[in-house]
């Protein structure tokens, strides 16, 4: 079974929707990020976590928001999507206390395209 | 903000080549992390570095963490067909901690 899983892995959507991606990982990790792909300019962090309590926006977060539900899940939302939010977007997870510290665990990504 | 610069962003070579490519910074990293992203898949550790200078095999990948802290190389010794996909470096940065910066890629292809 996977560890870090996400949902979709393919989302076509059009410009103006709602649409939420949802993270989920059996890891037991404390913090969880998000994560955008494009060809080029490889992984750019959006929001990220250290615990249930706590969220942080990163480099690229404006159009986006997160929820931490539970330790396990990590849900990134696009309120009103717009193309250039095409991308594959990635889930992570690390723990501090880990042998490779630093070390973050990926999903499998979620394919997304904003006609 | 902090940005690596990885290069080259794509390389295609011949099976049994051997394979070089590095990421510089303006700023000084505390980690620097090299992963690697199969077709379809979401990026996996290969090699972890924590001190300057430090030099790590993993079977026949090399990496090193540069005496200046602003870069790093990895190296992959005669190339075999499962070694296609798109290798990223990552840094941690003085202040972040466990936030990760990454570059933008080495695409890598392979004839056979």
């Known amino acids: 079974d996977a560890d870090v899983t996400q949902t979709p892995r393919n989302r076509i959507t059009k410009t103006g929707k709602r649409i939420m991606l949802e993270c989920s990982q059996t890891k037991g990790h404390d913090r969880m990020y998000w994560y955008r792909q494009d060809p080029g300019l490889g992984l750019r962090l959006i929001y990220y976590?250290?615990?249930?309590?706590?969220?942080n926006k990163g480099e690229i977060s404006d159009g986006y928001s997160v929820s931490r539900q539970a330790q396990a899940k990590f849900s990134l939302s696009l309120e009103s999507a717009i193309p250039n939010q095409t991308a594959l977007y990635f889930c992570?997870?690390?723990?501090?206390?880990?042998?490779?510290?630093?070390?973050?665990?990926f999903g499998p990504g979620t394919r997304l395209t904003v006609l | 903000g902090q940005q690596l610069n990885q290069s080259p962003q794509s390389m295609f070579i011949q099976e049994g080549e051997d394979v070089s490519m590095n990421c510089t910074s303006s700023?000084?990293?505390?980690?620097w992390l090299w992963y690697k992203q199969d077709p379809g898949e979401g990026p996996v550790l290969l090699i972890a570095?924590?001190?300057?200078?430090e030099l790590t095999s993993n079977g026949r990948l090399t990496a090193q963490f540069g005496i200046t802290r602003k870069d790093s190389f990895l190296n992959i010794s005669a190339s075999i067909p499962s070694d296609v996909g798109i290798y990223f470096c990552?840094?941690?940065?003085?202040?972040?901690?466990?936030?990760?910066?990454f570059g933008q890629g080495t695409r890598l292809t392979i004839n056979p």
């Open positions: 700023s000084i990293f505390n980690t």
């Open positions: 990552a840094g941690q940065p003085l202040q972040g901690a466990q936030k990760l910066v």
């Open positions: 570095l924590y001190k300057a200078g």
């Open positions: 992570a997870t690390s723990d501090p206390g880990a042998e490779v510290y630093n070390e973050q665990f």
């Open positions: 976590s250290f615990d249930v309590k706590d969220i």
